[in-house]
């Protein structure tokens, strides 16, 4: 069982691609986080501030809802992709904990993935979890093997640069 | 997992001989049965250890720098072959390689990647500083932030535990 965390942008994308070429026909747990609204609140400082933030307050739970189903179909989606491209995935939401590498950790943990695969630089229609920052502490904090995919935009960028600094002065 | 693409070309694992070197050639093995991999060691002429770490031209003792260049070429391939034969053991099909590093071993391990075409880059990790710290060597971490191609990230046994142990204790950012 390997896990991909996956936003549904064309660089989490990329990686599903990587991932179903170097390990085909792998059992695969295409991973969507969505973030609870009270923890966004929270996070983003409006918690307590903000009075038009406040109207919304009984409404939380049906924004839950929203944010959960639109979660779990980015990652049907991405388990549809998946397993067009040759693994044996199925997708799964989680809401946000403490951090979205905790909580892509913590679904590691669960389905006890051998390997964590992680797009770079992803852009998603909505807010991304894949971005840089994700990457970087999800790989400082893994107690299981991560697999780092830049999006090809990167790839491309940084070849070329690697290509100019092995070239001799 | 099925049978490994035949169209792929050789996954590359950068090998030290340290137990995390070891870690992540057996993780390859379980992930990627059979796969082709080339095992890696880098090591770097006296001439660019002396440049990069100032003593150069500081008056110390003269020493055979071909003669010392020569032991860390037959070391750093004995290093690969100890690896590639792990790696047969596992079940994959290895070769051993050996690059001397101009550019710094980050950049040695990716420039050698882009001239053998590998899909994948494997680098095992112990922690920064060895034991005790759970943070990224910075040799991954630069070969990371460089990567024009998927990195693969094993922590060995015991960084593997120890951050498990913090993962249960305490919060993950980002």
Known sequence: MILVSYDGSADAQAAIDHAARLMPGTRTTVLTIWEPYINMLSRTGSLGMDLGAAAFYGDADRMDTASRTAA????????????????????????????????ILAVAADVDAALVVLGTRGRGAVTSFVLGSVSHAVVQHADRAVLVVPSPALAEERHSHLRRASVPA | MSAVDAALRPVLVGCDGSADARAAIDHVAELLPGAGVTILTVWEPLAGTLMRTGPM???????????????????ALAC???????????????????????????VTILATAADLDAPLVVLGTRGRGGVGS??????????????????????DADLARRRQERLHATTVPA
């Open chain 1, 72 to 103: 779990q179909a980015t990652a049907d989606e991405g388990a549809t992709r998946a397993t067009a491209a040759g693994l044996v995935a199925e997708g799964r939401c989680e809401g946000r904990d403490v951090s979205v590498a905790a909580t």
């Open chain 2, 57 to 75: 031209g500081g008056g110390g003792q003269w020493v055979d720098v071909e003669k010392a260049d020569a032991a860390s070429a037959v070391t």
């Open chain 2, 80 to 106: 690969a072959t100890d690896g590639a034969e792990r790696a047969t053991a596992a079940g994959l099909d290895a070769r051993p390689l050996v690059v001397a590093s101009h550019d710094g071993v980050a």
């Open chain 2, 134 to 155: 759970l943070l990224l060597g910075s040799v991954s971490q630069s070969v990371i932030h460089h990567a024009d191609r998927p990195v693969l990230v094993v922590p």
